[in-house]
């Protein structure tokens, strides 16, 4: 069997969580690839709420197997909390919930680092959230990082030791910030016996054999794509690779085991945190946007930056992404605006493109539009796309023409059950 993967197409927050959880019935694993607690997949169903940041959205699905990859980065404290969460709302996930040994451990010292180094930027602030992803990664590509498999070696103390003397004196470059070390050790180190006590597997391994065994996988990315490493909007991205490339690193799967690779994006566009976000709108339109949108995030509460869709951003993250199918979110929001806009190309320096640029940061960008009719009306009680205003459906059909990629679902609202299948064949 192949492969599935399912990623955001913009700057994250597009809603990856509830299609996940809904798409899960159809496949045996869910498997998270890259990234940290830094991301958060909010599901809703039976009129609960839940967030996840580490954990795979699959784990409300009874019968699912969900691995956190090797390529995600892991903080005890805040996994343990998660876990939590799932024994008080009842979920069994004892043998469901299985963790790679490869995957990198975010120390307490990693997050006081974060925290100095973003202070110490002043103005120019990249907006992280202070999650200590980014010193993780430095220290996974700098060799001397720990891992889940490390945790069971005789000498994981020293280990740790050691690498928290490192990063308590590269932090006496900065000022001095706010962070009870002592306190949050202890909290860590309490929290290592709820990671013991989990299914440690070589990652790799056991996914490969479950694909040679017929199982089906579902690949799930967090973050979006215009925060990747390499190809996001440099430096304002996270640590890791959020395409689909990131899959075959995160998870050690070969490159021809993918198959389907769902991108998702929101009807608008939104971002958290500093960076160029050229369809940005500091108006009412914005602010409208926002409040509709319940635009703060799950992971940080920061309001998010709101603005019209970039067709030029989404032409540039599904061609990165290979993309065969696409998603659209919170389609809803629009349901108060008369009118519609969308991005078709942008005028940088004088010279129209519908080319993202590398140094897009430091470029004048004034977006391009098109304008189209809104339909005024709720698609609450929406259940197939013929059911939706004309007005909607011309909406989705110019996407597909202006963006060369069919789109098979539409989420109507936060619920699991506010969703539109436009080709069911294509998403089972």
Not at 143 to 155: M, T, Y
């Amino acid at each position: 069997m192949a492969v599935d993967v399912i990623l955001g197409l913009q700057w994250g927050d597009e809603g990856k969580g509830k299609i996940v959880d809904y798409l899960a019935n159809n496949y045996d694993i869910v498997a998270r690839f890259q990234g940290g607690p830094n991301a958060g997949h909010t599901l809703k169903f039976d009129g609960k709420k839940y967030i996840l940041h580490t954990v795979p959205s699959g784990i409300f699905r009874e019968h699912l197997i969900n691995v956190i990859g090797n390529g995600v980065v892991i903080d005890p404290i805040t996994l343990k909390r998660e876990i939590e969460q799932l024994d008080a709302a009842g979920v069994n996930y004892k043998g469901r919930l299985l963790v790679a040994k490869k995957a990198h451990l975010i120390l307490p010292s990693h997050r006081m680092l974060d925290a100095a180094s973003e202070s110490a930027k002043g103005k120019d602030k990249i907006g992280s959230t202070l999650k200590g992803i980014g010193p993780t990664y430095m220290d996974k590509t700098g060799r001397n990082g720990l891992r889940i498999g490390d945790l069971f070696e005789p000498n994981f103390e020293e280990r740790y030791e050691a690498l928290k003397d490192k990063h308590l004196k590269l932090a006496a470059i900065y000022p001095e910030i706010d962070f009870d070390m002592a306190a949050e050790e202890e909290k860590w180190m309490a929290s290592l016996e709820t990671i013991k006590s989990l299914e440690i597997v070589e990652g790799e391994w056991y996914l490969n054999n479950a694909l040679k065994e017929g199982k089906r996988i579902l690949a799930e990315g967090a973050q979006g794509s215009m925060l990747d490493i390499d190809y996001g909007t440099y430096p304002f991205v996270t640590s890791s690779n959020t395409i689909t490339a990131g899959v075959c690193i995160g998870l050690g799967l070969a490159p021809q085991k993918i198959n389907e690779v769902i991108g998702i994006t929101k009807a608008y566009c939104t971002r958290v945190g500093s960076g160029p976000f050229p369809t940005e709108l500091h108006d009412q339109t914005g602010e409208q946007l926002r409040v509709e949108g319940a635009e703060f995030g799950s992971t940080t509460g920061r309001p998010r930056r709101c603005g019209w869709i970039d067709l030029p951003q989404l032409k540039y993250a599904i061609m990165l992404n290979g993309v065969t199918q696409l998603v659209i979110t919170k389609i809803d929001v629009l349901n108060i605006f008369d009118t519609l806009k969308a991005a078709v190309r942008l005028n940088i320096d004088g010279k129209s493109t519908d080319q993202w640029p590398f140094d897009i940061d430091r470029r004048e960008v004034v977006p391009e539009y098109d304008t189209m009719e809104g339909w005024m009306t709720s698609l609450e009680t929406m259940t197939s796309f013929d059911e939706m205003p004309e007005q909607a459906k011309a909406f989705i059909h110019y996407l597909e023409k202006q963006l060369d990629v069919p789109v098979s679902m539409i989420s109507t609202g936060p619920d699991r059950k506010s969703l539109i299948l436009r080709d069911v064949s294509a998403v089972v």
